[in-house]
């Protein structure tokens, strides 16, 4: 309790004890208890809570990772404290400005770049804490999804001006007296801090990015506390909306609602990448990885209904895995100009332990192969493409003869798992007989197991689900062996798991995304043991360096494209034959025993004998006539 608190006399409330809160009078009207993974009791400092919570997260930032950290409470609970501290007690800030440059003067190999920004929201309206004259800034999306401003960007190289920096942001950050707290925080605050890190070595080598949000919020507050009146009433409005809708974002969130409301506030707008995004926190820095030449797999894992569909190919307002990553890889694509690319995909599902190619329904049950290196190859269709529209445009080609069934769990259940390969060749432009880099990157959708009690599966669905159910023990049964260290693994008890045998303890870099229904009690315990057990298994990955001329991958690639456009003539061909010969059918005559065809193109073609109909390509066309 602050010293306010004790002198009006007030009464506590809430008891804290090992990580737990709850109501000091039992009989209270709630009377519920409250656990999170750290509480700290009124006797703590910052440097508590910054050694137990926070330090991780930057060490997290300082390898390229994003990161946010915001103080949320009423108006009064010690928020701003938490950040900013004073001189007794540091707060967040200058601890995370303290590690930093620590780490920057440890890491002697590597050179980097600092910048920082820093702006409030206030009465719905961003305004820059360090350019006074940059006021009601604008909210602007790249084709990533990533959330701009055109908020001014200091480059700092120590703590002291990270610090100055902040200082000056606060001498116009909006603060006022109410009944509750003598400076009361008027506006929501992030400051921001943007790193750039790269091997001192490497000349041309890959750069990292990577942001630290430190946001202090104003506090929620009731106008029969605080007595607030005129402006102050108009603020205190728009921080209850703005920290309403952020309430309603945690809560769709949680719910795994498939709508979110960032756009409702531009606190909860510019806090999406913080909250709940799922591309920039984990699959991002792994599809940037695929660009350097590893091969990676990115799987959604759960019982049907729990949202793996949707996490892999998302809608209209919130676009999936699929679409995010083909806009960062063509992105990379069109940054890179110095290198040259060619991108294929294919597109697999396994329908009761039957591989068919989504991409050319004439290629059924592909038989799984290995080459010398252990690799298994899919003699699949794989389509060129050089844009984000194409990988698409075979995407949805691919989901329409895909097995889908409504269940009476799932309208639109998936009935076979689904395995969209992008595989990606680089070479420096520059160099005729240079390296090429090719790495693979797996999309799986995975059918959800479930239990014919829930499902009221019969006839063909009841089938279906067996062998959904049996892929996915016997992927659960590799998992364990894997994480058991266990010397034979049982990788071909399924194509499934012969299939994911390089994701599973092989090269590839791995990303399983557990989905998870609150309605479900058994299913939903089992996938969180299944990710669990996951993270034990080390795979074992490089980059794959091919040596190739620059004639061989050109040549690939015309060659790639000439069948293509080969087989679509091809099919047109046989489309207008067909139709010809079944006008030419009413024509045909018999007479003394030899049959008559009117050619198909070019005039009419007598064919005398049954030996010459035998050995001609009309015999075939002869018979399906008759």
């Not at 009935?415 to 390296?435: V, W, Y």
């Not at 159910?469 to 071909?492: A, C, T």
């Not at 090269?507 to 299913?523: F, Q």
């Not at 193109?601 to 030996?611: C, F, H, M, P």
């Amino acid at each position: 309790m602050i010293h306010r608190e004790v002198a009006d006399g007030l009464e506590r409330l809430w008891n804290v004890r090992v990580n737990c809160i709850w109501e000091a009078d039992e009989s209270s009207r709630h009377g519920e208890v409250y656990i999170f993974d750290h509480v700290f009791k009124q006797e703590c400092t910052n440097s508590d809570v910054y050694g137990s919570v926070v330090k991780p997260l930057v060490d997290s930032f300082m390898e390229g990772f994003n990161a946010t950290i915001f103080a949320y409470g009423q108006t009064s609970s010690g928020k701003t404290h938490t950040i900013l501290g004073n001189k007794t007690d540091p707060g967040l800030f200058q601890l995370v400005s303290n590690q930093l440059f620590q780490h920057v003067a440890d890491q002697v190999d590597k050179r980097y770049l600092i910048r920082c920004s820093y702006i409030e929201i206030y009465n719905e309206k961003i305004n820059d804490l360090l350019d006074k004259s940059n006021q009601g800034l604008t909210i602007r999306e790249d084709i990533k999804g990533n959330v701009l401003l055109d908020a001014r960007e200091a480059v700092v190289d120590n703590v002291d001006k990270v610090m100055e920096n902040m200082m000056q942001g606060n001498k116009i950050r909006r603060v006022a007296a109410t009944r509750m707290n003598e400076r009361s925080s008027r506006s929501h605050t992030i400051f921001r801090i943007i790193l750039e890190s790269k091997d001192a070595n490497q000349k041309d080598g890959p750069v990292h990015i990577s942001y630290l949000n430190l946001m202090d919020l104003a506090g929620s507050e009731r106008v029969s506390l605080t007595k607030a009146a005129g402006e102050r009433l108009k603020e205190g409005a728009n921080i209850n909306k703005s920290l309403s809708v952020l309430g309603n974002v945690i809560r769709q969130l949680s719910e795994g609602k498939e709508f979110i409301s960032y756009r409702d506030s531009k606190l909860t707008r510019l806090l999406s990448q913080a909250l709940g995004d799922v591309y920039g926190s984990v699959v991002k820095p792994l599809v940037d990885s695929f660009m350097e030449g590893f091969n990676a797999t990115i799987f959604a894992y759960g019982q049907t209904s729990s949202g793996k569909t949707h996490t892999i190919l998302g809608n209209k307002t919130d676009p999936g895995l699929f679409q995010l990553v083909s806009n960062q890889l063509f992105q990379h694509v069109a940054d890179q100009v110095d290198k040259r690319y060619l991108i294929r995909c294919s597109y697999i599902e396994i329908y009761n332990e039957k591989i068919n190619d989504l991409l050319d329904k004439s290629n059924q049950g592909l038989t799984i192969r290995e080459d010398i290196k252990g690799n298994v190859l899919l003699d699949a269709r794989e389509a060129v493409v050089d844009n984000v529209d194409k990988v698409m445009e075979n995407m949805m080609q691919g989901n329409k003869i895909r097995r889908v069934a409504a269940t009476r769990m799932n309208e639109r259940s998936s009935r076979s798992h689904t395995i969209f390969r992008i595989i990606l060749e680089s070479k420096d432009a520059n160099q005729k007989d240079g390296p090429v880099h090719i790495s693979y990157l797996n999309l799986m959708d995975l059918a959800g197991s479930e239990r014919v009690s829930l499902t009221k599966a019969a006839g063909e669905r009841l089938k279906e689900g067996a062998n959904i159910n049996k892929s996915l023990s016997v992927l659960g049964n590799v998992i364990r062996q894997l994480s058991e260290g266990k010397e034979f693994i049982s990788y071909r008890d399924s194509k499934l798991t012969r299939l994911l045998s390089q994701a599973l303890g092989g090269n590839a870099k791995s990303l399983i995304i557990g989905n998870v229904t609150l309605a479900a009690e058994e299913e939903t315990r089992s996938t969180p043991e299944f990710a669990q057990s996951t993270k034990t298994v080390k795979n074992k990955t490089k980059v794959n360096i091919l040596s190739a001329t620059e004639e061989t991958l050109q040549g690939y690639q015309n060659l790639t494209r000439d069948l293509e456009t080969r087989l679509k003539k091809q099919a047109i061909k046989l489309k207008e034959m067909e139709k010809q010969t079944r006008v030419s059918a009413r024509d045909r005559k018999t007479k003394n025993g030899s049959i008559y065809c009117r050619a198909l193109s070019n005039g009419s073609l007598g064919i005398n004998t049954e030996k010459n109909i035998k050995t001609s390509y009309f015999w075939t066309l002869w018979q399906r006539i008759t």
